[in-house]
């Protein structure tokens, strides 16, 4: 059994910061790839930043130069740093992970349950 669970979303004002955490626990052979996603209300989830087991990381346009993933393999924790936000940053975040059973050595992509942030006056 494996679980994600972030924490550290919340309601900023516009141009504020916050830092989401997602830690793996249980079960865990090796992580590959982690990253977050988000859902605005009434969108499609989107991928918002991933980093591989090598550190290299991706970003969506939207958040270039305002965000920054990282991780801590030590730790099996993810973070998202995210600096000056707008508006439309509103959404569920939710973390995601590529993990490998050490009884199968299978692979397969879990999700934590999300955490809310909102960016609001």
């Known amino acids: 059994q494996v679980q994600l669970v972030e ?4 309601l ?4 504020g910061s916050l830092r ?5 626990s249980g079960s865990i052979f090796s992580i590959n790839a982690m990253g977050w996603y988000r859902q605005a209300p009434g969108k499609e989830r989107e991928v918002v930043a991933t ?3 090598e550190l290299a990381t991706n970003y969506v346009d939207s958040v270039k130069g305002r965000f920054t993933i990282s991780r801590d393999n030590a730790k099996n924790t993810v ?4 600096n000056s936000l707008k508006p439309e940053d509103t959404a ?3 973390c995601n992970a590529h993990i490998q059973s050490p009884l ?3 692979w397969q992509d879990y999700w934590g349950q999300g955490t ?5 006056s």
């Open 7 to 10: 924490s550290g979303g919340g």
């Open 12 to 15: 900023v004002q516009p141009g």
């Open 20 to 24: 989401l955490s997602c830690v793996a």
């Open 51 to 53: 980093i591989t087991s």
């Open 79 to 82: 973070y998202l740093q995210m």
């Open 92 to 94: 569920v975040y939710y």
């Open 104 to 106: 199968s050595r299978w």
């Open 116 to 120: 809310l942030v909102t960016v609001s």
